[in-house]
Structure formats: structure tokens, C-alpha cells
């Protein structure tokens, strides 16, 4: 994956975009589910973030992919008809016992849940899933087992959570705010939640419209 486009000042103190290339490898995630529609809906969305996502709709063949390949993340359906999640995290769990492996079920209850957590499950999710909250799961995942995604989305998600916490201050909608900045709502959400990168110029808007410096909306970078 390559990052260009990275903020640097130039020597009359002008911030301006430099640009630099970094080539990292993606982050591989393997999606076990029987269920083609969500397999396929999920690789799409999880692709389109970066990742690397591979579907295995064979729970048997589970073990065989894990020594084929590596793998970050796991995410992991519970009912399925050839084998149950539980059985297959157990197997997982033989093989590597600290992969990440998040739980997905339409059908949670306290005791798959229990059992999931034993076997150290990072997460237990039910479907269907929203989005915004499936994508803060990874992102947390990722985050917990020190596997950090690229700078570029770590600057991009810090940038949205810092106009966010100005604009709820401000108790300012999404709306009011572009009115303030003259960018669209849809962009504004979207550079909120790490959906896009902004560029000098909304970045520019969007402070003046917070009253506060650019340099404010960097957070800890």
C-alpha cells in the first residue's frame, strides 16, 4: 500500500503537502462463513479499506489455510453446517494461539459467548452488523493485538475523531457545519470517519469554521 501526500513545512513555515511514497504490505484477514452474500460483502468492504481478505466457506479446511498462509485477523461465523465456530476456534486456537479472531453470529447467546471468550476470542459481534461499528471493530482488533494499520489511516481516523470532538463541543451539527465551511455534509462525514483524506484546503475550512488552527486537527501527531 503506498501513502503519499504527507504534511510537511516548508522553510517560510508555509504547511504544505510533500510527497512521500512507503510501501507497506496489507494486513491479511481470512473471513470463515458459509454464507456467500455476507462472505462477499464483507471482502468488498474490508478490500476497500486496505485489507488483504481471503474467504473460507469450508470450515474443515480451516487448519490447511492457516498453514498455507498467514493471516492478522480471523472473523469467524458460529453456525455453520459442517462444523460449529466453536469447534473451529478450538482448532484455530491449536494451531495459533494468539491470532486475532473475532466471533460473528445471528444468533448470540451467553454461552457461545462465554466459550468464545475462553478460548480468546477478541470480539463477538452480532448480525446483521452495521458498518460504521463493524469497521471500529477491526480497527480496535487491530489495535489491541499491536497490529496498527498504516500511518496514513491512523493520521486519517485522528484528524476525524479531533473535528469531531471541536464540532460536538461546538454543538454544531454536520449540517450547520457546512454551512460554516462550504463542503458538503457527505464529505464532512466522510473525513470524520477516516473515510477520506482531506486535503489542505478542507482541512483550511473546516478550522477556520471550528475556530482553531489547522494544527489543531492533527490531534497527537
Known amino acids: 500500500m503506498a501513502i503519499r501526500g504527507a504534511f510537511g513545512y516548508s522553510r517560510s513555515g508555509i504547511h504544505q503537502e ?34 488483504a481478505v481471503k474467504v473460507l466457506s469450508d470450515p474443515t479446511a480451516v487448519t490447511a489455510e492457516l498453514k498455507r498462509d498467514e493471516y492478522h485477523l480471523v472473523i469467524l461465523d458460529l453456525m455453520m453446517p459442517k462444523r460449529d465456530g466453536i469447534e473451529v476456534l478450538r482448532e484455530i486456537r491449536k494451531h495459533d494461539k494468539d491470532l486475532a479472531v473475532v466471533i460473528f453470529t445471528g444468533y448470540p447467546n451467553l454461552d457461545t459467548a462465554v466459550a468464545s471468550m475462553k ?11 452495521n458498518v460504521d461499528e463493524f469497521r471500529e471493530v477491526i ?23 479531533t473535528i469531531r470532538h471541536h464540532r460536538k463541543e461546538l454543538n454544531l451539527t454536520l449540517k450547520q457545519m457546512a454551512r460554516r465551511t462550504g463542503l458538503s455534509v457527505s464529505l464532512l462525514s466522510q473525513i470524520e470517519r477516516a473515510e477520506t483524506s482531506a486535503s489542505l484546503s478542507s482541512l483550511y475550512k473546516i478550522a477556520v469554521g471550528l475556530q ?9 501527531f
Open 212 to 220: 482553531v488552527k489547522v494544527r489543531d486537527l492533527f490531534g497527537q
Open 119 to 129: 478460548l480468546d476470542a477478541v470480539d463477538y459481534v452480532k448480525k446483521p452488523f
Open 18 to 51: 510533500v510527497p512521500v511514497s512507503i510501501e507497506l504490505p496489507p494486513l491479511r484477514i481470512l473471513i470463515i462463513d458459509d454464507d456467500r452474500a455476507i462472505c462477499e460483502y464483507m471482502q468488498t468492504l474490508l478490500e476497500r479499506d486496505g485489507y
Open 139 to 161: 480497527w480496535r482488533v487491530m489495535r489491541k493485538k499491536g497490529l496498527s494499520v498504516t500511518p496514513e489511516e491512523e493520521l486519517h481516523k485522528a484528524i476525524g475523531e
